[in-house]
Protein backbone atom coordinates (compact mmCIF):
# COMPACT_ATOMS: atom_id res chain seq x y z
CA UNK A 1 0.00 0.00 0.00
CA UNK A 2 1.36 3.69 -1.02
CA UNK A 3 2.40 5.97 2.14
CA UNK A 4 -0.40 8.08 1.20
CA UNK A 5 -2.88 5.93 0.93
CA UNK A 6 -1.83 4.05 4.20
CA UNK A 7 -2.17 7.37 6.10
CA UNK A 8 -5.60 8.25 4.75
CA UNK A 9 -6.61 4.51 5.76
CA UNK A 10 -5.69 5.09 9.10
CA UNK A 11 -6.35 8.31 9.50
CA UNK A 12 -9.56 7.65 11.46
CA UNK A 13 -7.73 5.78 13.91
CA UNK A 14 -5.49 8.39 14.69
CA UNK A 15 -8.33 11.11 14.84
CA UNK A 16 -10.12 8.39 17.19
CA UNK A 17 -7.03 8.44 19.43
CA UNK A 18 -7.03 12.10 19.70
CA UNK A 19 -10.62 12.30 20.40
CA UNK A 20 -10.99 9.62 22.93
CA UNK A 21 -7.51 8.92 24.45
CA UNK A 22 -5.36 11.94 24.08
CA UNK A 23 -6.79 15.67 23.85
CA UNK A 24 -3.48 17.06 23.40
CA UNK A 25 -2.36 15.13 20.40
CA UNK A 26 -4.73 17.08 18.31
CA UNK A 27 -2.83 20.33 18.75
CA UNK A 28 0.42 18.89 18.12
CA UNK A 29 -0.92 17.06 15.28
CA UNK A 30 -1.38 21.16 14.22
CA UNK A 31 1.59 22.04 14.69
CA UNK A 32 4.60 22.13 12.08
CA UNK A 33 7.48 21.39 13.88
CA UNK A 34 6.20 18.28 15.74
CA UNK A 35 5.03 17.24 11.87
CA UNK A 36 8.52 17.85 11.21
CA UNK A 37 10.09 15.72 13.81
CA UNK A 38 7.72 12.98 13.90
CA UNK A 39 6.67 12.55 10.13
CA UNK A 40 9.01 14.49 8.40
CA UNK A 41 6.26 16.55 7.05
CA UNK A 42 6.81 19.77 5.74
CA UNK A 43 3.61 21.18 7.07
CA UNK A 44 1.65 20.76 10.02
CA UNK A 45 0.13 16.82 9.87
CA UNK A 46 -3.66 18.77 10.28
CA UNK A 47 -4.85 21.95 9.52
CA UNK A 48 -8.35 23.01 10.82
CA UNK A 49 -9.90 24.16 7.80
CA UNK A 50 -10.69 27.75 8.96
CA UNK A 51 -7.12 28.65 9.25
CA UNK A 52 -5.48 27.25 5.99
CA UNK A 53 -4.19 29.66 3.71
CA UNK A 54 -5.69 28.99 0.02
CA UNK A 55 -2.37 28.67 -1.11
CA UNK A 56 -1.43 25.58 1.38
CA UNK A 57 -4.80 24.31 0.49
CA UNK A 58 -3.25 21.61 -2.52
CA UNK A 59 -1.11 20.28 0.36
CA UNK A 60 -4.22 19.15 2.19
CA UNK A 61 -6.54 16.31 1.18
CA UNK A 62 -9.91 17.88 0.15
CA UNK A 63 -11.76 15.39 2.80
CA UNK A 64 -12.85 17.13 5.49
CA UNK A 65 -12.93 15.40 9.42
CA UNK A 66 -14.42 16.54 12.34
CA UNK A 67 -12.09 16.21 15.53
CA UNK A 68 -12.31 18.00 18.95
CA UNK A 69 -15.19 19.76 17.54
CA UNK A 70 -13.20 21.28 14.62
CA UNK A 71 -13.34 20.31 11.04
CA UNK A 72 -9.62 19.78 9.98
CA UNK A 73 -7.77 18.53 6.42
CA UNK A 74 -5.16 16.39 6.29
CA UNK A 75 -1.29 16.95 4.98
CA UNK A 76 -1.15 14.65 1.62
CA UNK A 77 2.48 15.41 1.12
CA UNK A 78 4.20 11.97 1.82
CA UNK A 79 7.02 10.35 0.71
CA UNK A 80 7.18 6.54 0.11
CA UNK A 81 10.81 7.09 2.26
CA UNK A 82 9.25 8.45 5.27
CA UNK A 83 6.64 5.61 5.39
CA UNK A 84 8.33 3.83 8.19
CA UNK A 85 7.99 7.66 10.42
CA UNK A 86 4.14 7.01 9.64
CA UNK A 87 4.23 3.36 10.68
CA UNK A 88 6.16 4.00 13.70
CA UNK A 89 3.94 6.30 14.72
CA UNK A 90 0.77 4.31 14.25
CA UNK A 91 2.10 1.77 16.43
CA UNK A 92 3.05 4.15 19.52
CA UNK A 93 -0.28 5.28 19.49
CA UNK A 94 -1.25 1.62 19.62
CA UNK A 95 -2.92 1.34 16.31
CA UNK A 96 -2.50 -2.00 14.74
CA UNK A 97 -3.14 -3.07 11.54
CA UNK A 98 -2.76 -5.75 9.01
CA UNK A 99 -2.58 -4.56 5.35
CA UNK A 100 -4.90 -6.88 3.43
CA UNK A 101 -7.56 -6.14 5.75
CA UNK A 102 -7.09 -2.67 5.97
CA UNK A 103 -7.34 -2.50 1.44
CA UNK A 104 -10.42 -4.36 2.07
CA UNK A 105 -11.90 -2.50 5.37
CA UNK A 106 -11.56 0.73 3.24
CA UNK A 107 -13.34 -0.43 0.61
CA UNK A 108 -15.96 -1.29 2.86
CA UNK A 109 -16.18 2.07 4.52
CA UNK A 110 -15.98 4.01 1.39
CA UNK A 111 -19.16 1.83 -0.39
CA UNK A 112 -21.09 2.42 3.05
CA UNK A 113 -20.24 5.48 3.90
CA UNK A 114 -23.37 7.18 2.05
CA UNK A 115 -25.62 4.41 3.53
CA UNK A 116 -24.31 5.49 7.24
CA UNK A 117 -24.54 8.62 7.19
CA UNK A 118 -28.28 8.99 5.45
CA UNK A 119 -29.75 6.76 8.32
CA UNK A 120 -27.73 7.22 11.32
CA UNK A 121 -31.09 7.18 13.89
CA UNK A 122 -32.68 4.31 12.12
CA UNK A 123 -33.48 1.78 14.68
CA UNK A 124 -35.79 -0.82 14.53
CA UNK A 125 -38.18 -0.46 17.43
CA UNK A 126 -38.06 3.71 17.14
CA UNK A 127 -41.92 4.90 16.92
CA UNK A 128 -41.19 8.48 15.41
CA UNK A 129 -38.58 9.02 16.23
CA UNK A 130 -36.18 8.29 13.93
CA UNK A 131 -38.21 10.71 11.91
CA UNK A 132 -38.59 13.37 14.35
CA UNK A 133 -34.71 13.32 14.56
CA UNK A 134 -34.71 13.27 10.76
CA UNK A 135 -36.35 16.42 10.56
CA UNK A 136 -34.39 18.62 13.13
CA UNK A 137 -31.51 17.21 11.74
CA UNK A 138 -32.53 19.17 8.30
CA UNK A 139 -33.83 22.02 10.03
CA UNK A 140 -30.39 22.56 10.59
CA UNK A 141 -28.55 22.21 7.57
CA UNK A 142 -31.64 24.27 5.87
CA UNK A 143 -30.82 27.36 8.80
CA UNK A 144 -27.17 26.86 8.06
CA UNK A 145 -27.87 27.01 4.22
CA UNK A 146 -30.46 30.20 4.77
CA UNK A 147 -27.72 32.05 6.41
CA UNK A 148 -24.69 31.96 4.20
CA UNK A 149 -22.77 35.42 3.22
CA UNK A 150 -24.42 38.59 4.52
CA UNK A 151 -27.21 39.76 2.21
CA UNK A 152 -30.45 39.70 2.73
CA UNK A 153 -33.45 38.51 0.38
CA UNK A 154 -36.02 41.63 1.48
CA UNK A 155 -40.29 42.91 0.54
CA UNK A 156 -38.10 45.18 -2.25
CA UNK A 157 -35.95 41.79 -3.48
CA UNK A 158 -39.59 39.83 -3.85
CA UNK A 159 -41.43 42.33 -5.56
CA UNK A 160 -38.10 43.05 -8.24
CA UNK A 161 -38.41 39.22 -8.59
CA UNK A 162 -41.76 39.15 -9.23
CA UNK A 163 -40.91 41.84 -11.41
CA UNK A 164 -38.53 39.94 -13.41
CA UNK A 165 -40.69 37.28 -14.19
CA UNK A 166 -43.62 38.98 -15.40
CA UNK A 167 -45.66 38.35 -12.30
CA UNK A 168 -45.62 35.04 -13.65
CA UNK A 169 -45.39 31.60 -11.76
CA UNK A 170 -41.54 30.55 -13.16
CA UNK A 171 -42.19 27.03 -13.72
CA UNK A 172 -45.62 26.97 -15.41
CA UNK A 173 -45.49 30.48 -16.77
CA UNK A 174 -49.33 31.49 -15.09
CA UNK A 175 -50.24 34.53 -13.79
CA UNK A 176 -51.78 33.59 -10.67
CA UNK A 177 -51.06 34.07 -6.54
CA UNK A 178 -46.82 33.75 -6.03
CA UNK A 179 -45.56 32.00 -3.74
CA UNK A 180 -41.08 32.44 -3.04
CA UNK A 181 -39.92 29.21 -4.56
CA UNK A 182 -36.51 28.13 -3.69
CA UNK A 183 -35.34 26.98 -7.43
CA UNK A 184 -32.00 24.69 -5.79
CA UNK A 185 -34.11 23.34 -2.95
CA UNK A 186 -32.04 24.03 0.42
CA UNK A 187 -30.89 20.73 1.55
CA UNK A 188 -27.94 18.47 2.20
CA UNK A 189 -28.42 17.45 -1.60
CA UNK A 190 -28.39 20.23 -3.94
CA UNK A 191 -27.13 22.79 -1.38
CA UNK A 192 -29.39 25.20 -2.43
CA UNK A 193 -29.32 28.64 -0.68
CA UNK A 194 -31.85 31.22 0.51
CA UNK A 195 -29.99 34.08 -1.55
CA UNK A 196 -31.26 36.58 -4.64
CA UNK A 197 -30.92 34.52 -7.76
CA UNK A 198 -32.05 31.18 -5.83
CA UNK A 199 -36.00 32.86 -4.68
CA UNK A 200 -37.95 32.35 -7.94
CA UNK A 201 -41.67 33.28 -8.11
CA UNK A 202 -44.09 30.10 -8.22
CA UNK A 203 -47.86 29.05 -7.73
CA UNK A 204 -49.43 26.99 -5.22
CA UNK A 205 -49.75 24.09 -7.49
CA UNK A 206 -46.51 23.88 -9.06
CA UNK A 207 -44.73 25.18 -6.05
CA UNK A 208 -45.94 21.74 -4.09
CA UNK A 209 -45.67 19.82 -7.28
CA UNK A 210 -42.23 20.18 -7.19
CA UNK A 211 -41.92 19.76 -3.60
CA UNK A 212 -37.84 19.07 -3.01
CA UNK A 213 -36.83 18.54 -6.11
CA UNK A 214 -34.55 20.23 -8.50
CA UNK A 215 -35.86 23.00 -10.89
CA UNK A 216 -34.34 21.22 -13.62
CA UNK A 217 -35.49 17.97 -12.46
CA UNK A 218 -38.73 19.35 -12.06
CA UNK A 219 -38.87 21.47 -15.46
CA UNK A 220 -37.33 18.36 -17.74
CA UNK A 221 -38.55 18.86 -21.48
CA UNK A 222 -38.84 22.33 -20.87
CA UNK A 223 -35.92 23.94 -21.50
CA UNK A 224 -36.66 27.47 -22.22
CA UNK A 225 -37.91 27.86 -18.51
CA UNK A 226 -34.89 26.20 -17.41
CA UNK A 227 -32.69 28.78 -19.65
CA UNK A 228 -34.54 31.58 -18.36
CA UNK A 229 -34.42 30.83 -14.42
CA UNK A 230 -30.44 29.78 -15.29
CA UNK A 231 -30.32 33.06 -16.53
CA UNK A 232 -31.50 34.87 -14.03
CA UNK A 233 -29.15 33.14 -11.28
CA UNK A 234 -26.59 33.97 -13.67
CA UNK A 235 -27.76 37.90 -13.57
CA UNK A 236 -27.95 37.64 -9.45
CA UNK A 237 -24.25 36.68 -9.57
CA UNK A 238 -25.71 33.40 -7.95
CA UNK A 239 -23.35 30.53 -7.71
CA UNK A 240 -24.66 27.77 -6.80
CA UNK A 241 -22.47 25.41 -4.33
CA UNK A 242 -23.67 22.07 -6.17
CA UNK A 243 -21.11 19.65 -6.47
CA UNK A 244 -18.94 21.50 -3.37
CA UNK A 245 -18.09 18.27 -2.10
CA UNK A 246 -16.30 20.14 0.93
CA UNK A 247 -19.57 21.71 1.99
CA UNK A 248 -21.31 18.69 1.71
CA UNK A 249 -19.08 16.93 3.74
CA UNK A 250 -19.63 19.82 6.77
CA UNK A 251 -23.48 19.56 6.26
CA UNK A 252 -23.19 16.03 6.60
CA UNK A 253 -21.01 16.45 9.71
CA UNK A 254 -23.94 19.05 11.34
CA UNK A 255 -26.55 16.95 10.23
CA UNK A 256 -24.76 13.75 12.05
CA UNK A 257 -24.15 15.94 15.41
CA UNK A 258 -27.73 16.70 15.47
CA UNK A 259 -28.44 13.13 15.23
CA UNK A 260 -26.21 12.14 18.10
CA UNK A 261 -27.34 14.96 20.27
CA UNK A 262 -30.84 13.56 19.80
CA UNK A 263 -29.84 9.85 20.73
CA UNK A 264 -27.59 11.38 23.76
CA UNK A 265 -30.91 13.07 25.12
CA UNK A 266 -33.19 10.25 24.55
CA UNK A 267 -30.55 7.87 26.05
CA UNK A 268 -30.78 10.50 29.41
CA UNK A 269 -34.11 10.33 29.96
CA UNK A 270 -34.96 6.72 29.23
CA UNK A 271 -32.18 6.36 31.84
CA UNK A 272 -34.80 8.43 34.56
CA UNK A 273 -37.41 5.77 33.83
CA UNK A 274 -35.78 3.10 34.52
CA UNK A 275 -34.37 4.38 37.47
CA UNK A 276 -38.51 5.44 38.80
CA UNK A 277 -39.32 1.81 37.75
CA UNK A 278 -37.02 0.58 39.91
CA UNK A 279 -37.44 2.67 42.98
CA UNK A 280 -41.05 1.81 42.64
CA UNK A 281 -40.43 -1.79 42.80
CA UNK A 282 -38.17 -2.13 45.09
ZN1 LIG B 1 -46.95 27.27 -11.76
Not at 167 to 184: D, F, M, N, R, T
Not at 206 to 211: E, M
Not at 221 to 247: C, S, T
Amino acid sequence: MKIGKLVQALLPKVLEYCEQKNHNEFERLCDADYSKRNFNLNFPFLIPISSLPSDLSKRYWTKVYLVRGQTVRACSQWFEKDAVYFVKYSKRIGIDYDQSQLESESLESRTTLSHKLSAPTARANSRYRGNAIGNAQNLLVRNILSNLGTEQFSEEDWQATKAYFNHQCAYCGESKELVIEHAIPINKVYLGEHRLGNLVPSCRECNSAKASKDFREFLEGRDDKVKAIEFYMDEKNYVPLENNEQVSMILEMAYREVGTVAERYITIINELFVSDDDSCCS
